[in-house]
């Protein structure tokens, strides 16, 4: 008699929910879904039909969704080799399928308790607490909506942080001798990273830790040290607001100036090659770089890397043993230490938009 398979513990959970941005499929979605990501965030006008721009240069189409569609696949893949059986759902912030919808059906199906993959690995507003109340808001609108607990944010996890070194030294490898890096991410408003995470600066300090970690353990690989940076993509908002600077564009000037030979721009701020990075990275950065003759190679985002989809599995299964009182193992690279599993109430608060109307403290 063969022993039953060893059931792997994932109670109390009886599902995952895969939590994503969304973006358009087709021309016609552009604008509905840029009036999705911007109701009330205050961008100008000028600064959307730029960035719907982008899109239609791409046929109209983000490449999120579908990278979304191939996680689920190879996420389903890797819960199946392990024997986990837990149904995999999947909801979008701004386009179908809907967060709320897939609440919806996940209630419908008798879903109790869920945990959630959000695809963005940092604390910021943008990248956590308004991905926390949009579950709220779903919960609130769908009867029996199952409780969801949010993993930890992964960014220093040893999957994320190797996925970007194999990335980085493939870049670096069609590089000269001697080229620097690049790390690169979202920016955000200075008032948005001021206020992230429990203590404030988090999407900074957290971005800082990764690309040390990436750069050491290239540097222990090589013996060699390079220049590295840290600089930001995809500014928006008004021009008077304050966002995190340098752009990637402005440093690879500065780079070249340098008389640097070469540059891996290695987008540490995204999980997929999404929007942000084909245009933002691979057309405008590129073309400048081009312009200024100076190499650029871009490093592979995590997408469906082995690395970074097992890493995934096991943080549900990770979060599913600390919810059972357990004390699993927290795995973590870099120096500020596992995340949290909750957020502190006060952790990553909404900016203040401006008020048409006087106000008093
Ligand atoms: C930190 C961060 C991430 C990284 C974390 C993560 O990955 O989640 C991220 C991801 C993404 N941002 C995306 C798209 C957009 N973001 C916008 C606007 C904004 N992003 C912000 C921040 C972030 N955004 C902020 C502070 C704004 C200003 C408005 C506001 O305060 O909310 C706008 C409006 C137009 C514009 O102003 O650019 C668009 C269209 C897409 C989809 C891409 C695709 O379609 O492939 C993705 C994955
Ligand atoms: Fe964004």
């Given at each position: 008699m063969s022993p039953a398979p060893h059931p792997i513990g994932t109670a109390p959970y009886d599902a995952v929910l895969l939590l994503s941005f969304g973006g358009p499929?087709?021309?016609?979605d552009v604008l509905p879904f840029l009036q999705n990501v911007t109701?009330?965030?205050?961008?100008?006008d000028e600064r959307l039909k730029e960035v719907g721009e982008h899109y239609y240069s791409f046929?109209?189409?983000?490449?999120i969704n579908d990278q979304n569609r191939a996680l689920l696949g190879a996420l389903r893949a890797s819960f199946d080799e392990i024997g986990l059986d837990l149904p995999i759902y999947w909801g979008n912030r701004n386009w179908a399928p809907y967060l709320t919808d897939t609440m919806r059906e996940m209630a419908a199906d008798g879903v109790r308790r869920a945990v959630v993959i959000v695809t963005s690995a940092y604390p910021s507003y943008s990248g956590c607490r308004q991905y926390r109340e949009n579950l709220e808001d779903a919960a609130r609108e769908v009867p029996d909506a199952p409780r969801i607990d949010k993993l930890r944010h992964y960014a220093n996890h040893p999957g994320f942080v190797g996925s970007f070194v194999e990335s980085t030294a493939a870049a670096l490898s069609k590089?000269?001798?001697?080229s620097a890096i690049a790390y690169v991410t979202h920016s955000i408003p200075t008032a948005m990273n001021a206020t992230s995470g429990p203590d404030g600066n988090g999407y900074l300090d957290w971005h800082l830790d990764v690309a040390a970690e990436i750069t050491a353990e290239l540097e222990r690989r090589t013996g060699q040290a390079r220049r590295t940076d840290l600089v930001y993509c995809s500014r928006s908002g008004p021009p008077q607001v304050p966002w995190l600077e340098p752009d990637v564009n402005d440093h690879l000037e500065a780079l070249a100036a340098e008389g640097v030979p070469g540059v891996a721009v290695v987008p540490i701020g995204f999980v997929s090659d999404h929007m942000e990075v084909i245009y933002d990275l691979d057309t405008e950065a590129a073309k400048t770089a081009e312009k200024l003759g100076l190499p650029m190679a871009r490093a592979a985002t995590p997408g469906t890397d082995e690395k970074f989809v097992t890493m995934l599995r096991d943080l549900v299964v990770e979060r599913a043993a600390a919810e059972r009182g357990e004390q699993p193992a927290r795995p973590c690279a870099g120096k500020l230490g596992p995340a949290w599993d909750d957020c502190r109430h006060d952790c990553c608060p909404p900016l203040r938009r401006p008020t048409p109307a006087k106000e008093t403290a």
């Open positions: 499929e087709k021309p016609e109701r009330g965030r205050g961008i100008p046929g109209g189409k983000s490449p590089l000269p001798a001697g």
